[in-house]
């Protein structure tokens, strides 16, 4: 699993990807999902929310496929993303 870099704060946003681009080999895309982070029930910690925004891509382009997924993290964060839930990163 590929994440993005801590911290891991309650309520704020973050993205992750359940394979990096080396680790699909015949694939020509993936995708990254982006989640916020909420209480655990046990009250110790934080754990990954439900995906509100997923960002897809080609393998031969994951730079920008994760850049585009840490400016709509930094979006949703200040509260000002007004985008869809689904966005694909064209070359």
């Known amino acids: 699993m590929i994440l993005s870099p801590p ?3 309650l309520g704020k ?5 359940s394979y990096g681009p080396a680790d699909i080999c015949g694939f020509h895309t993936f995708s990254v999902g982006v ?3 909420v209480e655990r029930s046990t009250r110790f910690g934080v754990k990954r929310g439900l995906i509100k925004v997923r960002v897809e891509g080609l393998s031969s382009q994951s730079e920008a496929v994760y850049a585009k997924a840490a400016e709509v993290v930094n ?3 200040a509260g000002t993303y007004t985008g869809p839930k689904r966005i694909r990163v064209k070359s």
């Open 7 to 9: 911290p891991y704060i």
């Open 75 to 77: 979006q949703l964060d």
């Open 35 to 37: 989640f916020e982070w």
């Open 13 to 17: 946003h973050a993205w992750a990807s």
